[in-house]
């Protein structure tokens, strides 16, 4: 369970996150949508401790995640994250992509972390792609091995920070069809999106972010159908 | 005017002494490289550490090894260190010389390398559980070592010919020191010193081939 108790952070003047509480139980698939600069992305990485916060409290697991005491990376192996720069990492092949941190991070045996990233990147459709080096590989494809190379840690809960956002647009399915898969699996996920539909379709809850602010909380046929906050109802007509 | 008579023969009977020379040269050359990598690597992470005496450090070795003449810096290590009653061999005057003047370079150039690489790289992997450290060495570090490859290898040509300068401080087991030595035995400076170019020459460029060779071999992305 990830819980997110009344939290604040600025960058500077500029006061990003104003006061956030959320809890995301497990097995739960919350979207978050809202304009640039409404601090839905700044949340995630908050969440598994690449941002400090400036005041509020997020445990994970009951694991207070800007503790002094908290060892950052042994909770990060709990929480995968895939931002929007596929950030592949592009001396490494697709297979050692997705082993490098199996095999120094969680200290797998070889032969367990390639049969692990096998798996995961057939998972994700690129079984065909283990001995290519990302630079051959299309944005949704390289996105989609970030997943597996994600998903290979075996993580608890997994935050996805827009990810289609930097794809051509014919590439969007792939990727967006890999979510709908692991939300499908029960998989835990926080998915700050662009993508109306799919935020439709996949979540239990959706959350609307206004300048800081979780203007709105619902479940998508409520949040969708029958916007209540003004700003929602203004940011859900410009989209369609 | 013109009445030299080239004897070539001398010169080439020779030889054998010389390639034992240009053993010793690149073996000077091959271990104040690796050292020159290691103590750059070192001082890059100084310079970033956002430490403010161990950032000055590395720039102020940064600024000598570059600003000033590389005879100085041999001069130095073997003279200079001498005033302090720290003799070292001439040998190891030379490799002293050449690692501090190599590692100097290079850290500029890594520093360069590492501007290159994206900040979104380092904390992917902080993200998959890496701490900073093995974010730098499994991630970071090995694109770095990619792209300052090519500097790296003129750097390697260059304290080739430094080794040259061992000279000066009484080497006389190097391909230039036992050029120089054979000189005073036969005089046959010309062609000693024409055969000694060649043997640089062939190194230096053998190293230019032999790192394009290895570059395609190595870096497949």
Known sequence: MIEIENVRKSFGSLEVLKGIDLTVQKGEVVTI???SGSGKSTLLTCINGLEPI????ITVDGTEVHAKSTDLNKLRRKIGIVFQQFNA???????????LAQVKVLKRPKAEAEAEAVKQLNHVGLGDKLKVYPSRLSGGQQQRMAIARALAMSPDYMLFDEVTSALDPQLVGEVLDTLRMLAREGMTMICVTHEMKFAREVSDRVA????????????????????????LQKFLSATH | ????????????????????????????AVLSMVIGILLAILLTMFRLSGIRVLSAVSKTWVEIA??????????MAHFGLGSFGIHLSPFASILLGITFNNAGYLTENFRGALKAIPDTQARAARSLGFGQGGAFRYV??????????LPMTNQMVWAILMTSLGVTVGMNTDLYGVTQ???????????????????????????????RLIATRLFRY
């Open chain 1, 33 to 35: 949508i809202g304009g």
């Open chain 1, 54 to 57: 400036d005041s509020g409290r």
């Open chain 1, 89 to 99: 990492f592009p001396h490494l092949t697709v297979l050692e992509n997705v082993m």
């Open chain 1, 208 to 231: 609307f972010f206004h300048k800081g602010v979780m203007a709105e909380i619902a479940p998508p046929d409520q949040l969708f159908g029958a916007p209540r906050d003004p700003e």
């Open chain 2, 1 to 28: 005017m013109f009445n030299y008579t080239f004897q070539w023969k001398q010169a080439l009977a020779r030889l054998p002494q010389m390639l034992d020379g240009a053993l010793v040269t690149m073996q000077i």
């Open chain 2, 66 to 75: 570059r600003n000033t003449p590389a005879l100085f810096q041999i001069y």
């Open chain 2, 140 to 149: 970071v570090l090995p694109q770095m070592l990619r792209i300052a490859f």
């Open chain 2, 181 to 211: 030595g054979l000189n005073a035995l036969t005089f046959r400076t010309f062609e000693l010193f024409a055969l000694a170019a060649v043997i640089f020459y062939l190194i230096t460029k053998t190293i230019t081939l032999g790192a």
